[in-house]
């Protein structure tokens, strides 16, 4: 089998199939497969960076309307009379629908392509996000329809970071997959800067209700756009015979999925980003409630900007230094690691700050550095899977997601929990920085960079010359 060898470690995931799964497609010597026609054409440069700004910016509206829940949360529960613990029920149902769509999502995108479901998603959960204040006024009980809506949410919302995954392992090359991940990825932070400002204005000139409908609206207009000057108007139709005529590099049998999970640097993974996951959604979820009930005569706009101003940039760095180590011949699973460190390990440092009393321009400093150092996962972790399994890494992807949004569920509801029932927010943050160091021991002792999605023993190497 021909394999591009890079420094002596690494072998290009284009070329490189199992030779069980092409009974039909053998040609030339034994071993010798041809390559997958419809998965190995990356984008050129200009259509990526096209795509990399269009991703951004659907990464960033997916955010505007996941947050616009909690940045209302607090207007809406003493609309409604809502207790912390019925908040936290409103807040968590969100993740209870994220978790059963997220492999789903990957398997789909794997077989049709990530674009298709990207584009019908987001048409979805940006309808359901403008309809949320017509539910909640025209429902006798409020906390229901919020919960259900919140759940559906998730439900949509679910198939969007597989299909990312799935969509960068079939288009990006190897090399640059670090840069466009993080780049992609820092939308989620521009998202939640850009609703936590434009928001918290809407907030008080409006009331809760323009926030929905401004964030749902603008994601239906991007759908629109995607399909309109992306797609050139094609039908993302997804049909029952395209699900089971997939390309080569989805078809995974049941008995290689069960080898590929058996492998501890894929369990290390699941479990590394199920820790990383969740305490950021638990994160995201409380913050803006930290502050009102901390430095409740504070500005939300500080809050809930700031932290997320210094996250963006940092997103983007982590994604550059990642690609450039590589590139000079350091390990990449070491990269990897190094990534993890900082996302996990040293960003607990400045979660445990916040344990001790202090002035709101340090904690706003504290969640600032927090926040900012978590973003260094998507050079680590979240790269990580495609260095394990490109050929399914939409797949695998969710699978990490849904372990990491059950997990979510879990600590946003506990920790409404511990602050009813100790009335302090010390015992949250040190809850969110033991799951995190549990995380990072984890990766740090079992992770690492080499593929796992073919059987090494079957497959011949050769060099070749591009």
Not at 122 to 127: D, I, K, L, T, V
Not at 148 to 164: D, E
Not at 261 to 286: D, E, G, M, N, R
Request: proline share 4%; aromatic share 14%.
């Amino acid at each position: 089998m021909a394999v591009i060898q890079k420094y002596g470690k690494s072998y290009s995931p284009d070329l490189v199939c199992h030779k069980e799964n092409y009974p039909s497609d053998k040609i030339g010597a034994p071993g010798c497969h041809k390559k997958w026609p419809e998965h190995n054409t990356n984008w050129s440069r200009p259509v990526a960076r096209v795509w990399t700004m269009v991703l951004l910016l659907g990464t960033c509206l997916l955010y505007c309307a996941r947050v616009a829940m909690p940045i209302c949360a607090v207007s809406m529960a003493e609309q409604f009379n809502w207790s912390k613990r019925e908040s936290g029920m409103v807040l968590g149902s969100f993740f209870w629908g994220y978790c059963f769509t997220q492999v789903f999502g990957g398997y789909v995108s794997d077989r049709v392509g990530g674009e298709k479901v990207l584009l019908l998603s987001a048409a979805a959960w940006g309808s359901m996000t403008a309809f949320t204040p017509i539910l909640a006024h025209f429902c006798s009980q409020p906390i229901f329809s919020m919960t259900l809506a919140r759940f559906l949410m998730g439900l949509l919302q679910g198939v969007h970071y597989p299909s990312l995954a799935s969509l960068c392992s079939q288009k990006v090359v190897e090399s640059e997959r670090g840069f466009l991940m993080s780049t992609v990825g820092s939308g989620s932070y521009l998202g939640t800067l850009l609703i936590g400002g434009a928001g918290s204005l809407m907030l008080d000139l409006y009331g809760w209700q323009s926030v929905f409908y401004v964030s749902g609206v603008l994601s239906v207009l991007w759908a629109y756009c995607m399909w309109k000057y992306l797609l050139k108007g094609e039908g993302p139709i997804i049909t029952l015979e395209s699900l089971g005529s997939g390309g080569p590099q989805s078809k995974l049998s049941k008995r290689h999925w069960l080898r590929l999970l058996k492998q501890p640097a894929v369990c290390a993974v699941i479990v590394t980003h199920l820790c990383t996951a969740s305490t950021f959604f638990t994160l995201l979820s409380w913050l803006p409630t930290y502050f009102k009930d901390t430095f409740p005569d504070s500005k939300g706009w500080v809050f809930n900007v700031v932290p997320w101003l210094v996250a963006i940039p940092s997103s983007i760095f982590s994604g550059f230094l990642s690609d450039h180590l590589i590139s000079q011949g350091f390990d990449t699973a070491s990269v990897r690691k190094l990534m993890q460190f900082f996302s996990m390990g040293v960003s607990s440092v400045f979660t445990l700050l916040l344990c001790r009393k202090t002035t709101f321009t340090w904690a706003v400093a504290f969640v600032s550095a927090t926040m900012g150092l978590t973003t260094f996962s998507h050079s680590g972790v979240s790269v990580n899977v495609q260095d394990l399994a490109p050929s399914c890494a939409g797949a695998l992807f969710g699978v990490m997601n849904t372990c990491g949004a059950f997990l979510g569920v879990l600590l946003v509801y506990f920790s409404g929990y511990l602050i009813e029932a100790t009335g302090s927010w010390t015992s949250v943050f040190a809850l969110i920085t033991t799951v995190n160091l549990l995380g990072l021991c984890t990766f740090l002792a079992f992770a690492e960079a080499r593929r796992f999605d073919i059987d090494c023993s079957k497959v011949h190497h050769h060099n070749i010359h591009i």
